[in-house]
């Protein structure tokens, strides 16, 4: 059933596991986080970004709609870091059920102005918003502190920004960023910080940049004629510990293009007279299944809806 953020979240922070954000660009991707969701009974937010309602319009707006329509576990459409208030409104009359207004490079009375404005108008058309406060980047474990500080939320701010603003979800810089390159080794993200901001903050917390670049993955990315450096990603356990601290939506867009991109690359590489679409497209929607059942299985939201 198409539902809201707080449908979904709101339990899961008070179940202490986490729900799976998984960026979508086409049917396949779609299809591989709605299947598994519904195979391994877990709720799942599909979320688009800008670019993929650039890319896909209304056309994937509406299939990932009417699949959750028709599906037996509770689907939330997210828009994923919209940049404005128009963005916003603009994907809640598509059918987002959830929406995110990233102000977080505006100094913080602007971004309370500009996420206030969001919640409103979306509180009275029942749509859940998610808020960013602090900013996101890769820290590396060198960093100074009071650099660090620069970067990543302050608990009491996040107290402030979340009265203020009404927010129903917030997404905190952890020391994670976006993309393959997470760090060296294994990536800092501030689990001290996660835990001191929810014992604060009751409402559910979003940890971005959260993929974990699985090394085998990179591999076989690499093995099938893909080029990429030393990728590395948010681990496992530290996934886990958040979800105990408060984390409840965990961002995923990486790792389903390395593994749609594998896909496509290993069957092109091996079959190089292959030219039906679904002998192409089909290996890669199964390899992106395997991600999203790995990732739900860290978040611990398997058998919740
Ligand atoms: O936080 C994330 C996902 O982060 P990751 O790149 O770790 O998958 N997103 O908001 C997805 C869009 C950013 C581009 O990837
Ligand atoms: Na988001
Ligand atoms: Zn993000």
């Known amino acids: 059933m198409l539902v809201t953020g707080n449908d979904i979240l709101i339990p899961a922070r008070a179940g202490k596991y986490a729900v799976g954000a998984f960026n979508t660009n086409d049917m396949e991707i779609t299809q591989a986080i709605i299947h598994?969701?519904?195979?391994?009974?877990?709720?799942?937010?599909?979320?688009?970004?800008?670019?993929?309602?650039?890319?896909?319009?209304?056309?994937?707006?509406?299939?990932?709609?009417?699949?959750?329509?028709?599906?037996?576990?509770?689907?939330?459409?997210?828009?994923?870091?919209?940049?404005s208030y128009d963005s916003a409104l603009k994907a809640i009359k598509m059918g987002f059920t959830s929406v995110m207004i990233d102000a977080s490079h505006y100094p913080f009375e602007e971004n309370v102005h500009e996420t206030r404005r969001v919640v409103e108008?979306?509180?009275?058309?029942?749509?859940?918003?998610?808020?960013?406060?602090?900013?996101?980047?890769?820290?590396?474990?060198?960093?100074?502190?009071?650099?660090?500080?620069?970067?990543?939320?302050?608990?009491?701010?996040?107290?402030?920004?979340?009265?203020?603003?009404g927010t129903d979800y917030l997404a905190i810089a952890i020391g994670t960023s976006h993309g393959a390159y997470k760090g060296k080794g294994r990536p800092f993200i501030d689990l001290v910080r996660i835990k001191r901001i929810s014992e604060l903050v009751a409402i559910p917390l979003v940890a971005h940049g959260s993929s974990g670049v699985p090394a085998e993955l990179v591999q076989r990315f690499r093995d099938a004629g893909g080029e990429i450096g030393d990728a590395v990603g948010i681990a496992d356990e530290d996934l886990q510990q958040a979800a105990q601290y408060g984390i409840a939506k965990v961002n995923v867009d990486t790792d389903l293009r390395l593994a749609m991109t594998t896909g496509v690359r290993e069957v092109l590489k091996k079959n190089p007279k292959e030219f039906d679409p679904r002998k192409i497209f089909g290996p890669a929607r199964?390899?992106?299944s395997q991600v999203v059942e790995h990732k739900m299985r860290v978040l611990g939201s398997v058998g919740k809806a």
Not at 59 to 69: E, F, Q, R, S
Not at 135 to 156: M, N, Q, S
């Open 36 to 83: 598994t969701a519904e195979k391994l009974r877990s709720p799942v937010m599909v979320q688009m970004s800008e670019g993929a309602i650039k890319y896909g319009g209304q056309d994937l707006a509406d299939i990932v709609i009417d699949m959750a329509h028709r599906s037996s576990v509770p689907v939330a459409l997210h828009l994923d870091h919209g940049s």
């Open 121 to 165: 108008a979306a509180h009275a058309m029942g749509i859940s918003v998610e808020a960013e406060l602090g900013r996101l980047g890769g820290i590396e474990e060198h960093v100074v502190v009071d650099e660090k500080d620069a970067f990543l939320t302050d608990p009491e701010e996040a107290v402030k920004f979340v009265e203020e603003t």
């Open 286 to 288: 199964d390899l992106m």
